[in-house]
């Protein structure tokens, strides 16, 4: 059985070799020119951003390199923080016209800049991490990152969320704050369980009745980390509460999006982002 979806909608997604409309060829070269130059990037911007009670968190910046503003996202990582695949990924949405920041969700305990190992090693420490920080200290982060978005001269002040593992159950959170319009959160861990941060006791699905943005949940239905049972009591949650939502399941792993290991699906990665940028598409503008 393929991905099911409930609320989907999906954007025609450009081509190069799609005709010019009549506006396009009366502006010419010029168009031409400002949409080559919206797939060149700014990747190489760091922000150092304070947070109340938690030090300096460094966020890692990817934008457009055209003048202009443009809608927010803040992307939250996997537990391994700003590896290159994440940096791929946030590469991949700031491409298509939005800012993208990446904080580094461990910045109390890691040194800034610091990459955790996809072995076993860097898999304990980051899984280790996630329960030793407060669920409140999470919070903050989202808090000060979000204003720090807002604050960048290239955000237009529209604000979005994404985020993967245990960066979707924080892309959900973050999404708690009513500047938040949208949240895409892919195979996010641990929203089920409340077993989120330390003390595994977090109150993310009591608190699903504050939710206002929009919100896009993508599943892979091979992921041991998120059961078929903890699936349905997220969905059971979000059809009580009356949330406004997208709903996708694969037929995929934990992780599918990430470009580096045997669990990375390259079709659903294109699949799952013309899904995200449609979404944001018609949620942020």
């Not at 190489?44 to 503003?69: K, S």
């Not at 991949?92 to 076993?120: F, K, Q, R, S, W």
């Not at 699905?205 to 078929?228: I, K, N, S």
Request: some cysteine; charged content about 20%; proline content about 6%.
């Amino acid at each position: 059985m393929g991905a099911s979806t409930i609320g989907l909608v999906v954007a025609k997604l450009g081509s190069p070799f799609d005709e010019p409309s009549r506006e396009q060829q009366q502006s010419g070269v010029a168009t031409n020119q400002h949409e080559t130059e919206r797939m060149i990037l700014r990747s190489d911007e760091i922000q150092d951003v304070d947070v109340p009670g938690g030090g300096t968190m460094r966020m890692h910046l990817f934008r457009p390199a055209i003048d202009g503003r443009f809608p927010g996202v803040l992307l939250f990582s996997e537990i391994y923080q700003v590896t290159a695949p994440i940096r791929r990924l946030a590469a991949m949405i700031a491409g298509n016209g939005y800012v993208v920041a990446v904080p580094e969700v461990y910045h109390e305990y890691e040194p800034a800049g610091t990459v955790l190992n996809y072995d076993p090693a860097g898999t304990d420490r980051g899984n280790a991490l996630k329960v030793t920080k407060p669920v409140v200290a999470y919070d903050a982060d989202a808090q000060a990152g979000l204003t720090a978005l807002l604050e960048h001269p290239a955000c237009s002040g529209r604000l979005g969320t994404f985020g993967v593992c245990l960066g979707g159950h924080l892309a959900y959170r973050a999404a708690l704050d009513p500047r938040v319009s949208a949240a895409a959160c892919f195979y996010p861990t641990d929203i089920h369980s409340g077993s989120l941060g330390q003390g595994r006791c977090d109150d993310s699905l009591a608190r699903m009745a504050e939710l206002q943005a929009e919100t896009l949940f993508v599943w892979g239905r091979q992921d041991p980390h998120v059961p078929y049972a903890g699936r349905e009591v997220i969905h059971a949650r979000l059809e009580e509460v009356g949330a406004s939502y997208e709903w996708h399941e694969m037929n995929a792993q934990h992780a599918f999006l990430r470009d580096e290991g045997p669990r990375y699906d390259p079709a659903l990665f294109l699949q799952a982002m013309a899904l995200t940028l449609a979404f944001y598409r018609r949620t942020l503008g």
